[in-house]
Structures are given as structure tokens and as C-alpha cells.
């Protein structure tokens, strides 16, 4: 299977702590995204990285790509009980098709 | 950044019956995708929907249980056929929001799917 791996599963912080979520995938991309899913919504898309890039910021989010090690990471600064959510991360495989394949998701809780 | 809504928001079926979920873009898009996401789990593609040719279905999904139609460039439905318990799931519809290869998705709220 191409689908990515996110780790960890669940993770439960305290508001104003960082976050921290992990994302492994199998093959080269041309792509890597992360959303959050809010509990009974639809998923928002929160930032791409291109396989030639190493970090990305947004705000509270900060991401990084590790080509070498197939890897992707998220952070969350500062977070809020609002961040409270799932995150995947999505890729998109080189020479693939248009569609983007999803991981499991880790589940954030923030606790006020 | 386009608006996608999706209809109905929820419901409960029984087992056997059929179930059209329909999806409203409020601007013209060249694909629409449908996901599955079952419950806990990540989010899995049933199809592609391109206006003007038939879905392409990915692995393990079948035109005859997942029948879509795409009649303009701002609608879609999905139907699941003969359902299930196993049916029961969040089905999604989404488009891409930019013009190349695997941009960001924009999705809707989703249908959550409970059969009986």
C-alpha cells in the first residue's frame, strides 16, 4: 500500500504547548499535504510542501520534509483548544495520477 | 477557494435500500473526487468524475454498488447501491483547487451514512 503512516495515533496536550505529528509514505512524491479534520466536517486543507522544499510555515504551523528518510512532519505552536482535531498527511506519488492518498490521521486533543 | 455542498448531511437506511448523495460546487471544476472515510480510518477514493465521460473507479469499488453521474461542472451524485452495515461510513465529495497535478482538495461536510 502507498498509504502514509501518521504517528502518533492520539496525542493529548495542554493549550499553549506545541504539537508535534510524524507522517512516513513508501515512495517518492511529488507532493505531501496536511489537513485537519474537525469532528463531523469535511477536511481543510492546511499546507503543502513540494518534494524540493524542506520546511514550510503558516502561521502556528511549521512543516518539514525529509525526502531521504520518506518522511513529514507537523507542528502546531502555541496550540489552542480550537487546534483540537485530526491531522493527515496526503501524498502525491511521482508519476502517480491526480489523486492523493491519505494516512490514518492522528488525533489531537488540546486540553483547555 | 471553491464551496462544495453536500447533501443530505446524515442518514439512516435500511439495509438493502439505495442512497444518492448529491454534491453542489458554486463554481465550475474539472473533477470531482468521492472518498469513503470508515469510521475511525483514513479517507480511501472510489472514484474520479469527470463531466462528459463515465467515473474512473480505483480498486475495490464498482460501478454497479457506487453508480455516479456528472452531468455539468458544478454537480454530482453518488449512490450506494444495496446497502449494507458495511456501507455504513463518511462519504465525501471534493475538487481540486488549482489547475496542476495533485493541488489542495476543497471537501465538503460530508454524508455520514449509518445502515441498519
Known amino acids: 500500500s502507498q498509504q502514509g503512516e501518521e504517528d502518533p495515533q492520539a496525542l493529548s496536550i495542554q493549550e499553549g504547548e506545541n504539537a508535534t505529528m510524524n507522517c512516513s509514505y513508501k515512495?517518492?512524491?511529488?507532493?505531501l499535504q496536511w489537513y485537519r479534520q474537525n469532528s463531523g466536517r469535511g477536511l481543510v486543507h492546511l499546507i503543502l510542501i513540494r518534494s524540493n522544499e524542506r520546511e514550510k510555515h503558516s502561521g502556528r504551523l511549521r512543516v518539514t520534509l525529509d525526502t531521504s528518510k520518506k518522511s513529514s512532519s507537523l507542528l502546531i505552536t502555541a496550540s489552542r483548544a480550537a487546534d483540537t482535531a485530526s491531522y493527515f498527511c496526503?501524498?502525491?506519488?511521482?508519476?502517480?495520477?491526480?489523486?492523493?492518498?491519505f494516512g490514518k490521521g492522528t488525533k489531537l486533543t488540546v486540553n483547555p | 477557494s471553491a464551496v462544495i455542498s453536500q447533501k443530505p448531511s446524515r442518514d439512516i437506511c435500511q439495509r438493502g435500500t439505495s442512497l444518492t448523495i448529491q454534491c453542489q460546487v458554486d463554481s465550475q471544476v474539472t473533477m470531482m473526487f468521492w472518498y469513503r472515510q470508515q469510521p475511525g480510518q483514513s479517507l480511501t477514493l472510489i472514484a474520479t468524475?469527470?463531466?462528459?465521460?463515465?467515473?474512473?473507479?480505483e480498486s475495490g469499488f464498482v460501478i454497479d454498488k457506487f453508480p455516479i453521474s456528472r452531468p455539468n461542472l458544478t454537480f454530482s451524485t453518488l449512490t450506494v447501491s444495496n446497502m449494507s452495515p458495511e456501507d455504513s461510513s463518511i462519504y465525501l465529495c471534493?475538487?481540486?483547487?488549482?489547475?496542476?497535478?495533485?493541488?489542495?482538495?476543497?471537501f465538503g461536510n460530508g454524508t455520514r451514512l449509518t445502515v441498519t
Open positions: 515512495t517518492s512524491i511529488n507532493n
Open positions: 468524475a469527470n463531466q462528459g465521460s463515465e467515473a474512473t473507479y
Open positions: 471534493s475538487v481540486e483547487t488549482g489547475i496542476t497535478i495533485s493541488s489542495p482538495l476543497h
Open positions: 496526503a501524498t502525491a506519488y511521482l508519476g502517480g495520477s491526480e489523486k492523493l492518498v
